[in-house]
């Protein structure tokens, strides 16, 4: 019986076992591709010549680095800290790199070294800190390189692969599954990051992500830690985003992003109530750039954005990466819902301002004490309140019980819409507030200092 036992256990081991990827031609293929980067920089470069990640760090997303090596002199004789930061690998034969740009980002001085020891010095063609890559450069020919692949082809579930240089351990291999695709990570607005359950640490930055058919199809960048070390969340940036990228900065050494001109929230239960949706889902106009795309194509405050160019958004972080992979002139089709009912709008992308958006607007004055249905009292903008702020509409001036409090407003709140009602001053608060049915959510959309945004309310009368 025990005999018996132990037979079966081997064969269940065995057909797992035998069930199970083998990488090992994926990597004696690829691996020549894959590249160790370094760097020198002065000494009073950042973190002070120590690359060594801090232990005891909150949770946080994080780019990660390497470990220092020993210190190396340049031709002229100045003491420099070389630092072994990250990987890359080649994607043509005549030597450009593709890496992050956290790993080179202050470098005076870039280096990269192939898994037969031969090394050459880089030059940095350009670099995109909006989605962490930069593009380098070697004088040679005949290199290896990785073959490219489609990261939209990529299923969740799917076996990866990553290559590269952990704690200063070059061309290690580890692997993992798909987790999830499409993830917003706080700050990183236009790239839809690809998350793995793959050994990523430090040192692994900027290398490459392989399907089974040895294709790159992302490029490690993050983690989610609280150590510092690997936790169980990687992020690559996918492969499809990184080669729009590399043609930019081939062509110009920098990359232009698609801008659609509004600022945008998530839709919630309520709000999606409030607007009469069945789900909720799209991204929620809460403000438009005045004379921006988005304007002049007739975007209004309070449309829901539920499509973009035939692509569904569901989460209103996913606008932003696919308008920012629009080349900046081209004519999009956008669809959006109003007043409950769809309306398809054509829109031409404009170019993302390397300073941030300008809003617009202008009004006048008057006041009320009264209070309303709501249960809170506003009044009138002042002109220097108007310029501030950059909107017209009514300032809560007190809250009181009642349906004003529920909904979350604090005084300073300025309210400018209120079931698709815009709100230029108290006349049109007074007239609209006294007609608002009870008993029903409805949208409203405030100002709250300088950042729009819609809330809903209900009055129950």
């Keep these: 019986m025990k005999r018996l036992l132990c037979l ?12 199970l990827p083998d990488f090992t031609e994926l990597v004696q293929e690829a691996g020549p591709a894959v590249v160790n980067i370094s760097t020198t920089q002065k000494p009073q470069a950042r973190f002070g010549g120590q690359m060594d990640l801090p232990q005891g760090v909150p949770d946080i997303f994080r780019h990660f680095f390497g470990v220092p090596q020993t210190p190396r002199s340049n031709p ?8 072994s930061l990250g990987s890359g690998f080649i994607v043509s034969k005549d030597g450009y790199v593709l890496t992050n740009n956290h790993v080179i980002d202050g470098a005076d001085q870039i280096f990269v070294r192939l898994n037969d020891r031969r090394e050459f010095e880089a030059k940095l063609i350009g670099s995109d800190p909006s989605s962490d890559l ?18 939209e082809s990529l299923k969740v579930g799917e076996w990866v692969v990553a290559i590269g240089s952990p704690f200063g351990f070059d061309y290690s291999v580890t692997a993992g599954i798909v987790s999830a695709k499409g993830r917003s990570l706080p700050n990183e607005n236009y790239v839809p990051f690809i998350q793995t359950d793959v050994a990523i640490n430090p040192g692994n930055s900027g290398g490459p992500l392989f399907n089974l058919d040895g294709e790159v199809v992302g490029i490690n960048s993050q983690i989610y830690t609280r150590s510092g070390g690997f936790m169980g969340l990687s992020f690559a940036i996918p492969m499809d985003v990184a080669m729009e990228v590399v043609a930019q900065l081939k062509e ?3 990359v232009t992003r698609g801008w659609l001109g509004v ?14 949706l069945k789900k909720a889902a799209g991204a929620l106009v809460s403000q438009v750039v005045q004379n921006g795309p988005a304007d002049e194509a007739g975007v209004e405050n309070g449309d829901i954005i539920t499509e973009f160019e035939g692509k569904e958004v569901i989460l209103s972080s996913d606008l932003p990466h696919l308008v920012g992979r629009v080349r900046p002139g081209k004519v999009a089709k956008l669809k959006v819902i109003r007043h409950g009912k769809a309306k398809v709008l054509k829109v031409k992308i404009g170019a993302l301002p390397q300073d941030g958006n300008v809003l617009a607007s202008n009004r006048s004055q008057s006041q009320t004490n009264k209070v309303n249905r709501l249960g809170i009292s506003v009044q009138e903008l002042t002109d220097t309140q108007r310029k501030q702020w950059d909107t017209n509409g009514v300032l809560v001036k007190s809250v009181s019980q009642g349906a004003g409090a529920n909904a979350g407003l ?10 698709s009602e ?7 608060f007074d007239r609209v507030v006294q007609q608002l049915p009870s008993g029903r959510l409805i949208p409203m959309r405030i100002v709250r200092r300088g950042a729009p945004m819609f809330i809903s309310i209900r009055i129950n009368d």
């Design 410 to 419: 604090i005084n300073g709140d300025v309210i400018t819409m209120i079931y």
């Design 8 to 19: 079966c256990l081997m064969w269940v081991s065995f057909g797992a076992s035998a069930q």
């Design 134 to 151: 930069a593009l380098l450069k070697v004088e040679a020919s005949g290199l290896p390189t990785v073959e490219i692949g489609k990261s």
């Design 422 to 428: 815009i709100i230029r001053d108290v006349s049109d």
């Design 252 to 254: 110009s050494g920098s």
């Design 263 to 276: 600022a945008i929230q998530e839709v919630d239960k309520d709000l999606a109530e409030s607007f009469g």
């Design 76 to 83: 002229r004789g100045h003491s420099q800290e070389r630092a």
